[in-house]
């Protein structure tokens, strides 16, 4: 009955901006963590970014630091990536993740509920 569906995914030359989104429904996860993680073919899913209910705790990839920004918006249940000076290296499949939990994971294990997944590709 949870579902995470995200939406903005698309194809963007490098240098590029997108902003993903992510909402939630059936269940309120405004006092639990939620974030974003990516995974592209032969690899693991690894971290984006991830946050607690307010955004006092927040961990970024090394590789995204400076240049993605997560957000959300508890009114909404609808967390938010925004994406800035994208590069090739970038292209995956980005994935919503919602805890049980309130305080963020880096890993995929602290994470209940997943999204579809959506394709973003950067152009050179």
């Known amino acids: 009955q949870v579902q995470l569906v995200e939406s903005g995914g698309g194809l963007v030359q490098a240098g590029g901006s997108l902003r993903l989104s992510c909402a939630a429904s059936g269940r309120t996860f405004r006092s639990y963590a939620m974030g974003w993680f990516r995974q592209v073919p032969g690899a693991e899913r690894e971290l984006v970014a991830v946050?607690?209910?307010?955004?006092?705790?927040?961990y970024y990839a090394d590789s995204v630091k400076g240049r993605f920004t997560i957000s959300r918006d508890n009114a909404k249940n609808t967390i938010y990536l925004q994406m800035n000076s994208l590069t090739p290296e970038d292209t995956a499949v980005y994935y919503c993740?919602?805890?049980?939990?309130?305080?963020?994971?880096?890993?995929?294990?602290?994470?209940?509920?997943w999204g579809q997944g959506t394709q973003v590709t950067i152009s050179s």
């Open positions: 946050n607690n209910w307010n955004g006092e705790s927040t």
């Open positions: 993740a919602a805890s049980l939990r309130s305080s963020p994971t880096k890993t995929t294990g602290g994470y209940t509920y």
